[in-house]
């Protein structure tokens, strides 16, 4: 069994990822989220630190929070990766892209410089019928931003169900696993989970480009 690490940032896709190497056979001995420098906020999503290691908490996988440079991003994701070979002896890391080829050649060049693989459960999916598997597995999360010129404010904390997929279909221009950053989610509870998380929404704050929803 290969050992490796998984890229969390809290929502549906890194997290079904993760569930999805799992059941591939990998041995996922950590999972990782990168927090901002002023280890205030993570880095994917916008969700407080605390909120995710609250999350992380729920999962019955090893959790790390590291905050990441504003410059030299790569060089401190090498360093990482890195001290993972040496102390835990991982072959790969699991990340939760979907599509986007120009991410994905930039974690292609990390891992090959690093010398380790790059495992993607979910590359090139269909959208549309990786949303209703992540369902159907019992993954439950809500929605905690929007991209302004996709979605409007009432889409926050809405419940990614069947009734969501439905909904977003008719918009028509949406991918339904907001692979674009339409929108991004909070995963509570689901097979990875050894009880929910307990958490509050609270108030909906404005961004330049985004509206938040926040979670406590």
């Not at 959790?63 to 102390?87: C, H, N, T, V």
């Not at 598997?133 to 809405?158: Q, T, Y």
Request: neutral net charge; contains cysteine; glycine residues 8%.
């Amino acid at each position: 069994m290969k050992k490796a690490i998984a890229l969390w940032s809290g929502g549906k896709d890194s997290c079904f990822a993760c569930y999805k190497a799992k059941l591939d056979g990998y041995d996922i001995v950590s999972i990782i989220n990168f927090a901002d420098s002023g280890k205030n906020n993570s880095i994917s999503h916008g969700l407080s630190v605390r909120v995710i290691e609250k999350q992380a908490a729920s999962v019955d996988i090893p959790f790390l929070q590291k905050p990441m440079p504003d410059k030299e991003y790569r060089r401190a994701f090498i360093e990482l990766i890195g001290s993972y070979k040496k102390e835990k002896g991982i072959e790969g890391i699991v990340f939760g892209d979907i599509y986007l080829q120009e991410h994905k050649n930039w974690i292609d060049d990390v891992c090959a410089e690093s010398k380790i693989q790059g495992i993607f459960p979910i590359w090139e999916k269909d959208t549309s019928k990786l949303i209703e598997e992540i369902i159907d597995a019992g993954f439950k999360s809500i929605v905690v931003s929007v991209r302004k010129d996709a979605l409007e404010e009432k889409w926050l904390g809405r419940k990614i169900d069947a009734k969501f997929v439905d909904d977003l279909r008719k918009l028509g221009d949406i991918d339904l696993c907001g692979e674009k950053g339409e929108f991004h989610t909070f995963v509570y509870d689901g097979p990875l989970f050894n009880k929910p998380v307990n958490f509050r929404t609270g108030k909906k704050i404005s961004g330049d480009k985004h509206w938040f929803l926040e979670i406590t």
